[in-house]
């Protein structure tokens, strides 16, 4: 209980600290707020990377998120689908009807919505930078800002599934993912 303990209070004290160096450094630098501005505030967060180097380093983000063990997997599947062609800026899958639709990759859901051409639209930010946007969904059962796993169930579709990549802006070709 005591390590417990101890590797929480060191989360706050490091997390406090760079707080309070962010926060000087706003005050006496005109040049890191507007670089922290430009990065941060203008341009695509990778929150995924971010999150990975933190776990990586630091462990997870909630201080017990490992006394649980949950190693039965309810859903690991791979994308299957009947047919293919492109549409708009990715991919048109012919699937199932009511196909229970699994993640392509690790990453954390950045956007859940609706997009023009596309429909109901969840986007997955990947720890590798790439955008996975899933498209036509009926039923999106993931929520902002969770974390999923390759293969883990994000939600129904039916016939119609659209796949778009996209890295820092530019739309990647979906013959690499699928």
């Known amino acids: ?18 707080t309070i160096i962010c926060l000087i450094m706003f005050k006496k630098s005109s040049s890191f707020k507007s670089f922290f501005h430009d990065r941060v505030l203008s341009d695509n967060f990778d929150f995924a990377y971010f999150n990975s180097l933190y776990s990586k ?5 909630l201080p017990f998120s490992g006394l649980i063990s949950d190693s039965a997997t309810v859903f690991s599947e791979k994308l299957s689908y009947n047919g293919f062609e492109d549409y708009l800026d990715g991919v048109s899958l012919n699937v199932s009807s009511d196909y229970m639709v699994p993640s392509v990759n690790d990453g954390l859901v950045v956007f859940i919505g609706y997009k023009d051409g596309y429909g109901n639209t969840l986007i997955v930010q990947g720890s590798d930078g790439v955008d996975t946007w899933y498209s036509n969904m009926n039923d999106i059962s993931v929520s902002m800002y969770q974390y999923i796993t390759q293969g883990s169930f994000i939600g129904n579709c039916s016939n119609k599934l659209y796949l778009v990549f996209k890295k820092d802006g530019n739309v990647l070709d979906y013959k690499k993912y699928i």
């Open 1 to 18: 209980m005591t390590n417990f303990f101890y590797k929480f209070l060191n989360k706050v004290l490091i997390t406090g600290l760079l």
């Open 57 to 61: 380093y630091f462990g997870g983000v």
